[in-house]
C-alpha cells in the first residue's frame, strides 16, 4: 500500500495506478469502522485499484461543532486500510488541501441544502461538496464510493457530479450496523455507556417504521409518530428532525412509497447521531 501526503506525490502514484486499470476513491475522515472498510471492499470490486482519503475536513464543520475533538488514530487507520487491500492512501494536511487558506470559490448546494440536515447545518454541506470535489479532481478517480448512512451527502454529491458534469461515477454502500442495530459512526467514539446503551433508540425507532410501512401504513404523519414514540423511550435522546423524503429531491412525501426515505438525527447526550432507512 502506498501512502501519499502532497498532491505532488499523489499526482505522481496516481498516473502509476491509472495506467493499471479502473481507479475508485472511497473519501474518508478517519477513525475507521466497518462501514468504511466495506466501502474498499465496494471500491476494490468496483474498480482494479482503490484509493482512500484521509482529511478532517474543517470546512465542513461549524464553528460550534467538534473539528478540534474529531476521533483520529492515522496509525490504526493504515493498518485497517492495508489489510483491507487498498492500494493507495492520500493523507493530506490542512495545507495541502487548502494552500491559501480557505477557499474563495465553493460549491454551493443549492435548494437541497434546505433539507434535512442541511437546514441545522449551515455551510456544512458546501464544505463536504467543496472537498469532494478537490479530491475527485486531486484524485481524478473513476467511481467514488459513499455510504448511505450519510444519505443527504450521497445524494447532493451524485447531484454535483450530475449538474458539474464532473465524469466520476458515484457509488453507494450499505449501513453497516453494529449488532444491536446502532449505525456504525466515528462519532459513536465520544458517547458514554449509558448513552451507548440508549443510541440502539435511532434505528429501533426506524425499524419500527419500516414494520409498519410493510403491514400498510404509509401516511406520513402516523410512521413520524411511530418514530417519535418509540425515540420518546429512550431519555437520553433528543430527537432534531425525523422526515420522510422523496430519494432524489428530498422533498417531503405523504404517503411514503416504496423507495421513500426516513432519515432522522438526534442528539444522544450531546452527541449528534444520523440514521435513515429506505422503505422497500
Ligand atoms: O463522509 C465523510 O466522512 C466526509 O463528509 C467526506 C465525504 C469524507 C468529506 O469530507
Redesign the pocket.
Same mark, same amino acid.
Given at each position: 500500500m502506498i501512502l501519499v501526503r502532497t498532491r505532488d506525490a499523489l499526482a505522481g502514484a496516481m498516473s502509476t495506478l491509472r495506467a493499471s486499470g479502473a481507479t475508485a476513491l472511497v473519501?474518508?475522515? /478517519?477513525f475507521l469502522h466497518e462501514g468504511?472498510l466495506s466501502l474498499v471492499d465496494r471500491a476494490r470490486e468496483l474498480a482494479d485499484r482503490a484509493v482512500v @482519503?484521509i482529511? #478532517?475536513?474543517p %470546512? !465542513?464543520f461549524g464553528p460550534a461543532e467538534d473539528l478540534a475533538t474529531y476521533p483520529r488514530d492515522e496509525a490504526r487507520d493504515l493498518s485497517l486500510l492495508e489489510a483491507r487491500g487498498a492500494d493507495l492512501v492520500f493523507v493530506p494536511a490542512i495545507e495541502e488541501m487548502y494552500p491559501s487558506g480557505e477557499p474563495a470559490v465553493t460549491v454551493s448546494p443549492g435548494r437541497l441544502e434546505d433539507r434535512l440536515c442541511g437546514r441545522y447545518r449551515p455551510g456544512h454541506f458546501s464544505? #463536504?461538496l467543496t #472537498? #469532494?470535489a478537490k %479530491?475527485f479532481g486531486l484524485v481524478r478517480p473513476d467511481v467514488a464510493v459513499? /455510504?448511505r448512512k450519510?444519505f443527504q !451527502?450521497a445524494v447532493l454529491?451524485r447531484r454535483m457530479v450530475q449538474d458539474l458534469n464532473l465524469g466520476v461515477r458515484v457509488e453507494t454502500g450499505p449501513i453497516v450496523r453494529e449488532p444491536d442495530g446502532l449505525a456504525m459512526s @466515528?462519532r459513536n467514539a465520544y458517547l458514554s455507556d449509558g448513552e451507548r446503551a440508549q443510541a440502539v433508540g435511532l434505528s429501533r425507532a426506524l425499524l419500527l417504521a419500516l414494520g409498519r410501512f410493510h403491514e400498510g401504513e404509509s401516511g406520513a404523519t402516523a410512521l413520524l409518530e411511530a418514530v417519535k414514540d418509540e425515540l420518546a423511550r429512550f431519555p437520553l435522546l433528543r430527537l432534531q428532525y425525523a422526515e420522510l423524503v422523496d430519494p432524489e429531491g428530498l422533498d417531503s412525501v405523504d404517503p411514503a412509497e416504496s423507495g421513500s426515505v426516513l432519515a432522522l438525527a438526534a442528539f444522544c447526550g450531546t452527541t449528534r447521531l444520523i440514521d435513515n432507512v429506505e422503505l422497500s
Open positions: 473519501p474518508t475522515m /478517519g468504511h @482519503s482529511f #478532517v475536513n %470546512l !465542513q464544505g #463536504v #472537498v #469532494v %479530491l459513499f /455510504g450519510d !451527502q454529491i @466515528s
